[in-house]
């Protein structure tokens, strides 16, 4: 005779693994899915050039480009605050390595978090040199920073700092709050000087405190002339996307309720065929498929052993 206690065990293996087979199952599709959000962005760099320069032998033109204490996150993130940047041209002052910027402060940070994305930027006492121009600085300026912050659920900013003048080419220039400025020196050159670039919005923002367009004939040490730009102080962020809702991790019970165990009325839906209904595939899918393979396997071995157990009975 088959034993009703066997029976009653069999059943409820088989749905308490059903339960945990259903709501096991979307919370972990759903925690992936949580963990795709962005990290955010930041950026900083104390200089940033991108040059031409053109040789006086041959018409040759060679690239420069270089940075200084340029940092990022998330790859890393940090700080740096390099004051020295040197630079080799071949053809270019005898192939020696000259100076690009010198200064007495450099430092530049990024960092990234689940309060927001953070990055700035300051110099103070730099000098900037142009290959062809040893002894005549592009710029020199006393001190400017630049700054960029997008906090997670706030609004993004961009800011800079510079003094009233900067002197350009051996000359004072006098910076305003923003716009540009133009210095023209006959023999050596013009330079134009974007000044305080902020932009923000949106999770974003960026901000360089001085943008250099060079174009400057030095005549001198082989080089005929040298073209393109030069930032200082530059910074820039993008704000970590908001935390997603919180997963749910099953059926929660309403304070005071008590579940009850083989009791129901005539119409009760079972707890167990919750989210059965839904179709179609997903990342929930394979879990399904493995714990209805679960079941069956279950309900094989429940019914071999009940076999067994009335074989027995009835020899």
């Known amino acids: 005779m088959e034993s009703p206690v066997v029976n009653r065990t069999a059943r409820r293996g088989a749905t308490a693994l059903l339960a945990a087979t259903v709501l096991t199952t979307p919370a972990t599709a759903r925690a992936d899915e949580a963990g795709d959000r962005s990290a955010g962005t930041a950026s900083a760099a104390v200089l940033r050039a991108g040059l031409d320069v053109s040789l006086l032998d041959g018409g040759v033109r060679l690239p ?64 900037v040199h142009l290959p062809g121009l040893p002894l005549l600085s592009l710029i020199e ?43 023209s020196v006959p023999g050596v050159g013009d330079v134009t000087l974007a000044l305080a670039q902020r932009e923000s919005g949106d999770g974003t923002a960026s ?23 030069v930032t200082l102080a530059e910074a820039a962020c993008t704000a970590p996307a908001p935390p997603g809702p919180r997963p749910q991790t099953g059926i929660e019970n309403q304070p005071g309720e008590r579940p009850e165990e083989g009791v129901g009325r005539p119409g009760d839906r079972p707890a167990e065929d919750v989210d059965l209904a839904e179709t179609g595939g997903g990342s929930s899918t394979p879990y399904l498929v493995g714990g209805a393979a679960g ?12 076999r067994r157990r009335r074989a027995a009975a009835q020899g």
């Open 64 to 127: 420069l480009t270089a940075s200084l204490n340029e940092v990022s996150a998330p790859d890393g993130g940090g700080s740096a605050d390099d004051t020295l940047l040197t630079a080799t041209l071949e053809g270019v002052e005898d192939g020696q390595p000259f100076d690009l910027l010198r200064a007495d402060v450099a430092s530049a940070s990024a960092t990234t978090g689940a309060d927001g994305a953070f990055a700035e930027t300051s110099l103070a006492g730099a000098r």
């Open 141 to 183: 300026v006393d001190a400017v920073s630049a700054r960029a912050s997008c906090p997670v659920g706030g609004e993004a900013s961009a800011e800079t700092v510079m003094p009233a003048t900067a002197t350009v080419l051996g000359r004072t220039a006098e910076l305003t709050t923003e716009g540009t400025t133009e210095v």
């Open 207 to 229: 901000a360089s405190a001085l943008d250099l367009n060079v174009a400057v004939d030095p005549l001198d040490l082989g080089v005929a002339e040298v073209t393109g730009t």
């Open 295 to 306: 079941l069956l396997a279950a309900g094989a071995a429940t019914v071999l052993i009940a």
